[in-house]
């Protein structure tokens, strides 16, 4: 039974963006947090951003401004907007319930290389 489904990643240049979708089945995604979430090779996972049910979002530093968290209530989806991309942003990227999170989905590799 697969409740996280993230998609969107591939290979794009420095400076390009980027669409990442997660679709969670309801019982994860109603009334709950989500955080879209990365680790880099040899690096720990971490948050790169979050939403609440009702809108409010949080970015970590090295996001803001380039990156653009939302989430579409009636699909149980959350998106994860990446713009201005860097080298540094490569990693796999997974969504999951914040803060008490579930067991984690495949993710979807993002490369940012020239």
């Known amino acids: 039974q697969v409740q996280l489904a993230e998609s969107g990643g591939g290979l794009v240049q420095p400076g390009g963006s980027l669409r990442l979708s997660c679709a969670a089945s309801g019982s994860i995604f109603r009334f709950n947090a989500m955080g879209w979430y990365r680790q880099a090779p040899g690096k720990q996972r971490e948050l790169v951003a979050r939403?609440?049910?009702?809108?409010?979002?949080y970015y970590t530093d090295s996001v803001k401004g380039r990156f653009t968290i939302s989430r579409d209530n009636a699909k149980n989806t959350v998106y994860l907007q990446m713009n201005s991309l860097k080298p540094e942003d490569t990693a796999v990227y997974y969504c999951?319930?914040?803060?008490?999170?579930?067991?984690w989905g495949q993710g979807t590799q993002v490369t940012v290389s020239s």
């Open positions: 999951n319930r914040y803060p008490n999170s579930i067991s």
């Open positions: 939403i609440t049910s009702g809108g409010s979002t």
